[in-house]
């Protein structure tokens, strides 16, 4: 069974950084794709990042292009997202998911059948 948990979540002022860290269990993960979601308070979930955990092709919403790394520790079953230059808009629950398969919709929440229990990131300003 696919687990997926999330930590490195807190709050930090504007321009400050965080490092979020999603460990995977349960299975080989060389062939999925593993997303970063969020959502903020009256949003709706929306796409943040993810990578292809096998040859580590990464994707990024407009939003945090240049702001945010998403990355993988192979050996250690682990997806990070390095989050700088935080702003206030930033703040929201975020996400770790895993589609098992090399999917074009890598940014549609529903393509992932697994997910983490999230971590609250809170930027203040």
């Known amino acids: 069974q696919v687990q997926l948990v999330e930590s490195g979540g807190g709050l930090v002022q504007a321009g400050g950084s965080l490092r979020l860290s999603c460990a995977a269990s349960g299975r080989t993960f060389s062939g999925y794709t593993m997303g970063w979601f969020r959502q903020g308070p009256g949003k709706e979930r929306e796409f943040v990042a993810a990578i292809r955990f096998g040859d580590g092709r990464t994707y990024y919403a407009d939003s945090v292009r240049g702001r945010f790394t998403i990355s993988r520790d192979i050996a250690k079953n682990t997806v990070y997202l390095q989050m700088n230059s935080l702003k206030p808009e930033d703040t929201a629950v975020y996400y770790c998911?895993?589609?098992?398969?090399?999917?074009?919709?890598?940014?549609?929440?529903?393509?992932?059948?697994?997910w983490g229990q999230g971590t609250q990131v809170t930027v203040s300003s």
């Open positions: 998911a895993g589609n098992p398969t090399i999917t074009g919709n890598y940014y549609y929440s529903r393509a992932y059948p697994y």
